[in-house]
Structures are given as structure tokens and as C-alpha cells.
């Protein structure tokens, strides 16, 4: 939903301790290690997808289903494969923020948002995309509802204060009211919810709005029910959280790197502490996990403008070629810079889809990273090592490998331009770099400009 950060502090502060050197949550006093365990094993379609967020309100000027409905054949051509619509439910209008709402304040999680069109226009949509190859799944706000929500009927639903009224989860979500989970109604009903949209709509999964929190104990059996309607399923958990991943989840929000990729595009720290990051998560996460890994969402202001334009597409090249499931945000392939995190996401502020007669060079870039990325296995499951390279406070250089094949990626995150080396091992390299001819490689040597990226695939001998 809204405000990440103060989402973290509410949920680590104090049961949380931050580890200084990586940026990574560890548990006070934590007794189990989750890094010993073993990810739920997820649908071959989800790891080799990538995600594309679409927020009905302002993806297109009309801002309903219809709206997506058109535009499938340009995000099957542009290749994303799992479409993520935002909310779909009706909003709440009780104490409700700006002039439309947040879409995380939900009414009644069985309904459908009118503005957005009818029960048809949703199978409609969900159909065209079957049709394409797309994967759809939708949002769903499990930790809190709108303040005038049909589940208001059943007070003993929500969480109450010492004097007996119903509180919000945080003081400052004071659109929406905190949801119980030791009610076991609650937890029936909302597993039903579930099992409703998945069996009614042919859904392909579900992002879980701040699904830590959420108890553990309420995902692990609500996934085990979903499996049971249908097994090939994505459960996507925005949290950051390695217990999460274990039995219920496919993949959760990889929350800290982004912060640690924020670090160094803005802060002036090395590009060294995004690999510093990377290993402290996986030295905590169950093994085979899988993170969604991401420069842009609606939770936060868009890369172009926090970044600049080429420092955002260096930051997707990382996203793009390293391991886990990338995400798209609507509008980055046209280089938008349309706000959606608050204040405005209770507004209307459509994609300005003619960015791309500003920035021409972003649609092919966008389109071309996820060409290489399913044209090479080991950009979708390979291992990941990183390489030393001669500035290793500006650039960032790693192989990615797999039984077939191995590719070295360098990418320079400054200003200046890179003339060194990088320490890519044994053999003959080629140049496969998107938007380049391919010619022989010059490894170990390697020159960028500033924010170039470029990827060298191992030539095999037979």
C-alpha cells in the first residue's frame, strides 16, 4: 500500500533489528534460520516471468478495464508475461484521502469497483489476456479494510483499542481499519474470499498487500486451500521477509536492494554496496528464493526522477539480467513521469503515453532487455557470481551461469566513462549487448561509457 518505510518501522521496530553493514532486517532473538531451508517450489512460467503493474485508474484516459483490455497486444509485443492489476474493488468513501481514494481501502473484497466496469468487462480482459499467453493476477489488501467496509458488520473482525473502538493499523492510514487475525471467521472468510476469485475469475495468483502483515499461519493454509482449486499459481508477498517464501509464497518484494541501489544512484555510496546487499539476502533467504526486483512501483517516486534518465536505465539493466523476477511498472517503457505514490494515488494522473516521442530510446531498450532475457536461460535461473573489476566503486560486473551456458554483464553506474578490466575467467566472449551488432568481445578489457551496460555471452567449443 502506502509508505513503505513507516510500514518497516511498524513491523521491525522493536521485534526487528536492523544489520548495520547490509541494510537487511534480522530477527531479535531469532531462533530459526531460514537460509537452511529450501523455497516452495513455484511454476516454471513464474520464474521465467516478468511482471508488468497496471493501475486501472491511470493506465489509460478512460481508466477502466476496457482500457487495459486494448492495449494487450502492445504488452504481449513488448514482452511481459504476468500482468498485476492494482486493486479492483470497490473504495471506500468513509474517511477517505484525496478526491478519489486510495485503491488500498477497500469495501467489500467480493465487489467490483464500477468506475472500472462490470463483472463482463473483467472475464473480458482476463480472457484476451489467456488468449496471449499473459498470466493475470490481481491485488488483494488482507491487513485492513475501508472504514465503511461490508465486514464492519462483524466488528469482532477488526482490532480494538483499550476503550473498544476499532484502530487502524498505523495512525497515519487513517483511511482504513486494521483487521484481526486471531478471529478464526475472519480467516474462513477471507480464505473463501480467496478461493472466490481464483475459481470464479481463472485468476493466475495474487500480490498480497502488505503481507507481513498478515500472520504466517493465515498464508500458509490460505495457500494450501488455493493449490487445491488450482495448483499452477503465483502468490506474490510485498514484504521482505524469508519465512514468507518458505510454504507460502513464490516471491517477495527484494525491498533492500532497492534501498541499497537508491544508496548508490543518489547517496554517493559504491556500487560495491549493492553486491554487499545481495549476499547478506541470500546468506538469509531459503535457498532457490526468488525476489521481485524492481527500480519503479506505486509506493514510491518514479526512477526517472529520482535517478535521471540513463542512471534508470542502467539501474534496469541490473534488474533485468540479474536473478530473481523483474518488474515494469506502467509507463517506465515510455519513460513516464506521472507520479502515483501519495498524494497521488488518490488522484487521477494518467500515463502520458506519448513520452516515448521524448525519450525514443526507452520503448526499444525496455523491449530488448526482456528479448535477451528469455533468449538465455541463465538470465532466468542461472547462478549468479559476482567478478572483480578494476573500479569496483563505480561498476558492477557478475556472470550469470547455468548447464548451458555462461554470460558476464558490466554496468556502469556514474557519470564517467570505464576503461579497465574485468576478471571474467577462461575463454572466448561475444558481445551480445541489446541495440549493438554482435562482435567478438575484448574480455578481460571492457569500455563503458558512463551508464553503458554490456553483456558478453561464453562462446562454447564443440
Same mark, same amino acid.
Given at each position: 500500500?502506502?509508505?513503505?518505510?513507516?510500514?518497516?518501522?511498524?513491523?521491525?521496530?522493536?521485534?526487528?533489528?536492523?544489520?548495520?553493514?547490509?541494510?537487511?532486517?534480522?530477527?531479535?532473538?531469532?531462533?530459526?534460520? /531460514?537460509?537452511?531451508?529450501?523455497?516452495?517450489?513455484?511454476?516454471?512460467?513464474?520464474?521465467?516471468?516478468?511482471? /508488468?503493474?497496471?493501475?486501472?485508474?491511470?493506465?489509460?484516459?478512460?481508466?477502466d478495464f476496457a482500457g487495459v483490455t486494448v492495449q494487450l497486444d502492445r504488452l504481449q509485443q513488448l514482452g511481459v508475461s504476468i500482468l498485476w492489476l492494482m486493486p479492483i474493488h470497490p473504495l471506500g468513501k468513509l474517511k477517505s484521502k484525496g478526491t478519489l481514494g486510495s485503491p488500498y481501502a477497500?469495501?467489500?473484497?467480493?465487489?467490483?469497483?464500477?468506475?472500472?466496469?462490470?463483472?463482463?468487462?473483467?472475464?473480458?480482459?482476463?480472457?484476451?489476456?489467456?488468449?496471449?499467453?499473459?498470466?493475470?493476477?490481481?491485488?488483494?489488501?488482507?491487513?485492513?479494510?475501508?472504514?465503511?467496509?461490508?465486514?464492519?458488520?462483524?466488528?469482532?473482525?477488526?482490532?480494538?483499542?483499550?476503550?473498544?473502538?476499532?484502530?487502524?493499523?498505523?495512525?497515519?492510514?487513517?483511511?482504513?481499519?486494521?483487521?484481526?487475525?486471531?478471529?478464526?471467521?475472519?480467516?474462513?472468510?477471507?480464505?473463501? !474470499?480467496?478461493?472466490?476469485?481464483?475459481?470464479?475469475?481463472?485468476?493466475?495468483?495474487?500480490?498480497?498487500?502488505?503481507?507481513?502483515?498478515?500472520?504466517?499461519?493465515?498464508?500458509?493454509?490460505?495457500?494450501?486451500?488455493?493449490?487445491?482449486?488450482?495448483?499452477?499459481?503465483? !502468490?506474490?508477498?510485498?514484504?521482505?521477509?524469508?519465512?514468507?517464501?518458505?510454504?507460502?509464497?513464490?516471491?517477495?518484494?527484494?525491498?533492500?536492494?532497492?534501498?541499497?541501489?537508491?544508496?548508490?544512484?543518489?547517496?554517493?555510496?559504491?556500487?560495491?554496496?549493492?553486491?554487499?546487499?545481495?549476499?547478506?539476502?541470500?546468506?538469509? /533467504?531459503p535457498h532457490g528464493a526468488l525476489r521481485l526486483r524492481f527500480t519503479d512501483n506505486h509506493d514510491q517516486r518514479r526512477a526517472i526522477a529520482r535517478f535521471g534518465e540513463a542512471a534508470t536505465l542502467a539501474a534496469n539493466a541490473l534488474m533485468f539480467t540479474l536473478d530473481g523476477v523483474p518488474l515494469?511498472?506502467?509507463? !517506465?517503457?515510455?519513460?513516464?513521469?506521472?507520479?502515483?505514490?501519495?498524494?497521488?494515488?488518490?488522484?487521477?494522473?494518467?500515463?502520458?503515453?506519448?513520452?516515448?516521442?521524448?525519450?525514443?530510446?526507452?520503448?526499444?531498450?525496455?523491449?530488448?532487455?526482456?528479448?535477451?532475457?528469455?533468449?538465455?536461460?541463465?538470465?532466468?535461473?542461472?547462478?549468479?557470481?559476482?567478478?572483480?573489476?578494476?573500479?569496483?566503486?563505480?561498476?558492477?560486473?557478475?556472470?550469470?551461469?547455468?548447464?548451458?551456458?555462461?554470460?558476464?554483464?558490466?554496468?556502469?553506474?556514474?557519470?564517467?566513462?570505464?576503461?579497465?578490466?574485468? !576478471?571474467?575467467?577462461?575463454?572466448?566472449?561475444?558481445?551480445?549487448?541489446?541495440?549493438?551488432?554482435?562482435?567478438?568481445?575484448?574480455?578481460?578489457?571492457?569500455?563503458?561509457?558512463?551508464?553503458?551496460?554490456?553483456? /558478453?555471452?561464453?562462446?562454447?567449443?564443440?
Amino acid at each position: 500500500m502506502l509508505q513503505h518505510f513507516r510500514r518497516v518501522a511498524r513491523t521491525l521496530v522493536p521485534a526487528l533489528l536492523l544489520a548495520a553493514s547490509s541494510g537487511i532486517a534480522v530477527a531479535a532473538g531469532a531462533t530459526h534460520d /531460514y537460509s537452511k531451508d529450501s523455497a516452495r517450489s513455484s511454476p516454471a512460467w513464474v520464474h521465467d516471468g516478468v511482471v /508488468y503493474e497496471i493501475f486501472p485508474r491511470d493506465f489509460s484516459a478512460r481508466g477502466d478495464f476496457a482500457g487495459v483490455t486494448v492495449q494487450l497486444d502492445r504488452l504481449q509485443q513488448l514482452g511481459v508475461s504476468i500482468l498485476w492489476l492494482m486493486p479492483i474493488h470497490p473504495l471506500g468513501k468513509l474517511k477517505s484521502k484525496g478526491t478519489l481514494g486510495s485503491p488500498y481501502a477497500v469495501r467489500d473484497y467480493y465487489g467490483i469497483n464500477s468506475d472500472y466496469g462490470s463483472a463482463d468487462d473483467l472475464h473480458r480482459l482476463f480472457n484476451e489476456a489467456h488468449k496471449r499467453g499473459l498470466k493475470v493476477i490481481i491485488d488483494i489488501v488482507a491487513n485492513h479494510t475501508a472504514w465503511d467496509s461490508n465486514l464492519m458488520a462483524h466488528p469482532a473482525y477488526y482490532t480494538h483499542d483499550a476503550k473498544g473502538n476499532i484502530i487502524p493499523p498505523d495512525p497515519d492510514w487513517t483511511d482504513v481499519a486494521d483487521l484481526n487475525y486471531d478471529n478464526p471467521e475472519l480467516r474462513q472468510y477471507m480464505t473463501g !474470499m480467496l478461493v472466490h476469485w481464483l475459481k470464479d475469475f481463472d485468476l493466475d495468483g495474487f500480490r498480497c498487500d502488505y503481507a507481513a502483515g498478515v500472520p504466517t499461519d493465515f498464508w500458509e493454509p490460505a495457500r494450501a486451500a488455493l493449490t487445491k482449486t488450482k495448483p499452477d499459481i503465483f !502468490m506474490l508477498a510485498e514484504a521482505d521477509s524469508p519465512e514468507l517464501l518458505v510454504k507460502a509464497f513464490d516471491a517477495d518484494y527484494a525491498w533492500s536492494f532497492y534501498h541499497a541501489l537508491s544508496d548508490v544512484l543518489q547517496n554517493g555510496k559504491p556500487a560495491s554496496a549493492i553486491i554487499d546487499n545481495w549476499r547478506a539476502s541470500a546468506a538469509q /533467504y531459503p535457498h532457490g528464493a526468488l525476489r521481485l526486483r524492481f527500480t519503479d512501483n506505486h509506493d514510491q517516486r518514479r526512477a526517472i526522477a529520482r535517478f535521471g534518465e540513463a542512471a534508470t536505465l542502467a539501474a534496469n539493466a541490473l534488474m533485468f539480467t540479474l536473478d530473481g523476477v523483474p518488474l515494469l511498472y506502467q509507463g !517506465m517503457e515510455v519513460g513516464d513521469t506521472a507520479e502515483s505514490t501519495a498524494p497521488a494515488l488518490f488522484e487521477k494522473l494518467p500515463v502520458f503515453w506519448q513520452g516515448d516521442a521524448i525519450r525514443p530510446q526507452y520503448p526499444p531498450f525496455f523491449h530488448d532487455l526482456i528479448a535477451l532475457r528469455k533468449a538465455h536461460s541463465a538470465l532466468r535461473g542461472g547462478e549468479v557470481q559476482w567478478l572483480h573489476n578494476s573500479d569496483e566503486n563505480r561498476v558492477l560486473t557478475y556472470a550469470r551461469r547455468d548447464a548451458s551456458e555462461s554470460l558476464v554483464i558490466a554496468i556502469n553506474l556514474s557519470t564517467a566513462p570505464f576503461a579497465g578490466v574485468v !576478471m571474467a575467467g577462461e575463454g572466448r566472449y561475444q558481445d551480445i549487448t541489446p541495440g549493438h551488432a554482435a562482435t567478438a568481445a575484448s574480455l578481460p578489457s571492457v569500455a563503458l561509457g558512463a551508464w553503458e551496460y554490456r553483456v /558478453y555471452w561464453r562462446i562454447t567449443t564443440q
